[in-house]
């Protein structure tokens, strides 16, 4: 018996090069936060088809609204740790809680989330010769003892606290991202990602700055973690986009920082908010939870100097538009000043 076999595809098999000319690009958490900015953005382009593969677990099918029913949208209900079979140029790998209350709420899916989802994912990278951008996190640094951190700082990671599902899950995830680049010539990208704010949120998520915006709009006391003296820099979320688009259309594996080396302290955060949002507001301090870095400041450098890029917006003018849009949300107006 004799059988005839097809031509063999090209390989790498590049869906997009052998058989249309849009480029399909997978976004693994895409209904969250930076997910759902990084789609609007994937969707100004008329050539980009785009894909969103997430499980709902801290994001919404609402941030997506205006994308449903799209010709050149998808959204799949999938949970990232069963395997996917699509066929896609481009996968961002967002999809892993990013707030600590959610994180932990529930370690050991996380761990499987950044470990098993990210094998998936780079599995089917290899299987269609897709490129993959990981979304890493400044957490892989730990609690720093080089400060500003370079990407060549290894960390200071407490591999058995409560924080380490998800420092030591990226750390991981990392790990497999340059074993499949170096075993199977798989192209990466890895951007370490600095604590990133701006409109939706996830109002009830516990992050500062969600929190702090949220709380002052509440006429509720500003809730500063001990010692407060802790710092932190946040990146707008319309930079961050910027950045990861840059990084995955870029020549450079990275891992790449990508945040804003911009350095406050939770008090001055608080203090900030409070100027801006709600000048009547307390503020008072509370306690923290165990493992928490006591500074964060990326080195972006390499970020200049390898993608051009550098976030453009500062605080102060992040917050107010984030405002704007919890105000929308919870439904409370700005307090008119009266004559
Ligand atoms: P987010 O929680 O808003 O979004 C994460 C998305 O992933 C959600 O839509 C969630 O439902 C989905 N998800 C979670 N587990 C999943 C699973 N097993 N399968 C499929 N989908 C799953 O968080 P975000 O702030 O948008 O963060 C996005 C990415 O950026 C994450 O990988 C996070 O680790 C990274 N990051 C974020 C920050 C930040 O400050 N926001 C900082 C560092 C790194
Ligand atoms: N995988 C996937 N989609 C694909 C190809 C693979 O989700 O299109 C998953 C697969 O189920 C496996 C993982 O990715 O668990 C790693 O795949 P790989 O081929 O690298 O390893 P192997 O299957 O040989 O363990
Ligand atoms: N924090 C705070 N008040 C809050 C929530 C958080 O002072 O209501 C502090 C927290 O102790 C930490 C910093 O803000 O030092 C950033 O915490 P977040 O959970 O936003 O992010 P991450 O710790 O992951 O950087």
């Known amino acids: 018996q004799t059988t005839t076999k097809p031509p063999p595809l090209p390989s790498p098999l590049r869906f997009s090069k052998f058989f249309q000319s849009n480029m399909r690009i ?45 010709p050149r949208f998808e959204l799949i209900r999938h949970d990232v740790t069963e395997p996917l079979l699509i066929e896609v140029d481009q996968i961002y790998h967002l999809a892993c809680p990013a707030s600590p209350i959610f994180y932990k709420y529930n370690p050991v899916k996380t761990i499987k989330t950044n470990v098993i989802g990210t094998l998936n994912m780079l599995g089917l990278a290899k299987r269609v010769g897709a490129r993959i951008l990981l979304t890493s996190t400044s957490e892989v640094y730990g609690d720093p003892l080089v400060h500003p951190q370079p990407e060549s700082y290894w960390g200071n990671v407490n591999p058995i606290g409560v924080r380490s599902c998800y420092d030591e899950g990226k750390r991981v995830a990392e790990t497999l991202m340059f074993d499949y680049h170096r075993q199977h010539g798989i192209e990466i990208r890895i951007a370490r990602i600095f604590n990133t704010y701006g409109p939706r949120m996830n109002i009830d998520d516990g992050r500062v700055v969600s929190n702090f915006i949220a709380q002052a709009i509440r006429d509720e006391p500003l809730t500063v973690q001990l010692p407060g003296t802790q710092t932190r820099s946040f990146c707008y979320v319309s930079d961050m986009v910027d950045g990861l688009i840059r990084l995955m259309e870029g020549e450079n594996t990275g891992p790449i920082n990508i945040g804003n080396p911009g350095e406050f302290t939770m008090l001055e955060l608080a203090e900030t908010v409070k100027e801006l949002i709600n000048p009547e507001v307390e503020i008072k301090t509370v306690e923290n ?15 200049k100097e390898l993608l051009g890029w550098e976030p453009k917006i500062k605080l102060r003018d992040g917050l107010p538009r984030m405002e704007e849009d919890f105000r929308q949300r919870l439904g409370v107006p700005r307090k008119k000043i009266c004559c």
Do not use: C
């Open 26 to 70: 997978l976004v693994t958490g895409g209904a969250g936060f930076i997910g759902s900015h990084l789609v609007d953005k994937l969707m100004e382009n008329e050539k980009n088809e785009v894909i969103v593969a997430d499980n709902y677990f801290t994001g919404s099918k609402d941030n997506l609204r205006k994308w449903i029913g799209h």
């Open 289 to 303: 939870t165990p493992d928490d870095p006591r500074q964060r400041k990326p080195d972006i450098t390499k970020a």
